[in-house]
T-cell receptor
């Protein structure tokens, strides 16, 4: 079974632009979560989607948004990019929604904002 | 919210040595996972272990939930074990993982 895939793998943008990242979960997995990893803040939870609905959101500004499609694929969008948005963005999927579900991570999208 | 602390922050080993990584958490947990982040950034699942002991080859993990800690043991380390090891928990059924700051392991040949 294929793992979690994320596209693109690398991205360079300039301040003020917007960006869309894509995540395809493991086949049969219905829950998708997004995390941001930076050297200063470590790994932080962004949001979680299940059944095309955002179920949980981390402490990030409204410039960060996302959605989930009927096939469980998810996208996240960052508008009006800032230098501090440079990070590794990781997507994780789990079979169902629940605190005891094992989460599997994709390879990440490395975003550089200039 | 729940706090997760990992120690040591950095560890350098010679190939073939054994090591123990520790994860302390401040409250009861429903989910605890250990991950290895490879040099390309991907988080590789090692164990789902909110309690008890598991083994997978040269790696094993033990979580003592009542004392709020988990240990990851690496035996006969290899250079490919290098990377950052993260412990992550879900403590309040919030359906999100809270990560520790990681242990950076370097295994020298």
């Amino acid at each position: 079974k294929a793992g979690v895939t994320q596209t693109p793998r690398y991205l360079i943008k300039t301040r003020g632009q917007q960006v869309t990242l894509s995540c395809s979960p493991i086949s049969g997995h219905r829950s998708v979560s997004w995390y941001q990893q930076t050297p200063g803040q470590g790994l932080q939870f962004l949001f979680e989607y299940f059944s095309e609905t955002q179920r949980n959101k981390g402490n990030f500004p409204g410039r960060f948004s996302g959605r989930q499609f009927s096939n469980s694929r998810s996208e996240m969008n960052v508008s009006t990019l800032e230098l501090g948005d440079s990070a590794l963005y990781l997507c994780a999927s789990s079979q169902q929604r629940g605190p005891q579900e094992t989460q599997y991570f994709g390879p990440g999208t490395r975003l550089l904002v200039l | 919210g729940i706090q997760v602390e990992q120690s040591p922050p950095d560890l350098i080993l010679q190939e073939g040595a054994n090591s123990t990584l520790r994860c302390n958490f401040s409250d009861s947990v429903n989910n605890l996972q250990w991950f290895h982040q490879n040099p390309w950034g991907q988080l590789i699942n090692l164990f789902y272990i909110p309690s008890g002991t598991k083994q997978n080859g040269r790696l094993s993990a033990t979580t003592v939930a009542t004392e709020r800690y988990s240990l990851l043991y690496i035996s006969s380390s290899q250079t490919t074990d290098s990377g950052v090891y993260f412990c992550a928990v879900d403590g309040d059924s919030s359906y999100k993982l809270i990560f520790g700051s990681g242990t950076r392991l370097l295994v020298r040949p």
